[in-house]
């Protein structure tokens, strides 16, 4: 009797989870596809640019209060999805190359969605309505951003040189423009003592643009 009731305590034993070669439901690994958790998503994907909780390292704060109230859920997502194409940011989308699902992307939105705080001003829109003007661009330029970035964006922080601005969409440049990038020392559009409107921030857009241009045409020359 001894003897039945030992073996039927090791069969017990064999049968459990933590028998060798048994793994448990638990222990199962979960495959890329079924993370569904915005905290490991967005670890594995977003925080090695846009730095822990989106506050910012290598590029934009996406999880900032500034960049939220002028980046709608379209917008995250889209640019999620497809990236910023000639930039550094890859696309995400299964359908575009990357190895997110449509479900795992909207998570994604809905998480950096819930970082949204109010802001008190309202900043310049997301995107321009109408052409800028490159000369009230130079002198906004001049009157607001020569103390970091030096007379016509040539200073240490040089922002008119190809090498800066082949990497950067016109879009880019305005995000930062309004959202700036506190990390590393980039104040948003309210540095100054009267904050760049609308029109300051698509005219400086515009005579950056101008300076791509002008490079582009120097090097094919």
């Known amino acids: 009797m001894k003897r039945a009731v030992l073996s039927f305590a090791a069969a017990i034993a064999l049968s459990s989870c933590d028998a060798p070669g048994r793994h448990s439901a638990e222990a199962a690994p979960i495959r890329p596809a079924e993370v569904a958790d915005f905290a490991t998503l967005f670890s594995q994907n977003c925080s090695g640019c846009h730095g822990k909780d989106g506050q910012g390292a290598l590029a934009v704060g996406i999880g900032r209060p500034v960049y939220l109230a002028i980046a709608d859920d379209a917008t ?22 990357g190895m997110l699902t449509e479900a795992q992307i909207e998570i994604l939105v809905r998480g950096i969605r819930n970082w949204a705080k109010p802001v008190e001003e309202n900043p310049p829109a997301y995107t321009s309505s109408r052409p800028g003007d490159p000369s009230r661009g130079h002198d906004v330029f001049a009157a607001s951003c020569t103390s970091c970035h030096g007379k016509d964006g040539r200073s240490a922080i040089a922002i008119t040189e190809s090498s800066y601005l082949s ?23 309210r540095s100054n003592n009267k904050p760049l409107s609308d029109a300051d921030v698509t005219g400086v857009v515009a005579w950056l643009s101008s300076q791509r241009e002008a490079l582009s045409a120097q090097l094919n020359h």
């Open 76 to 97: 995250i997502r889209g640019t999620t999805e497809s990236g910023r194409p000639g930039t550094s940011m890859p696309a995400f989308a299964q359908r575009t190359g």
């Open 167 to 189: 990497l950067v969409t016109d879009q880019h440049l305005r995000t930062v423009i309004i959202a700036g990038l506190p990390q590393l020392g980039m104040p948003d559009w």
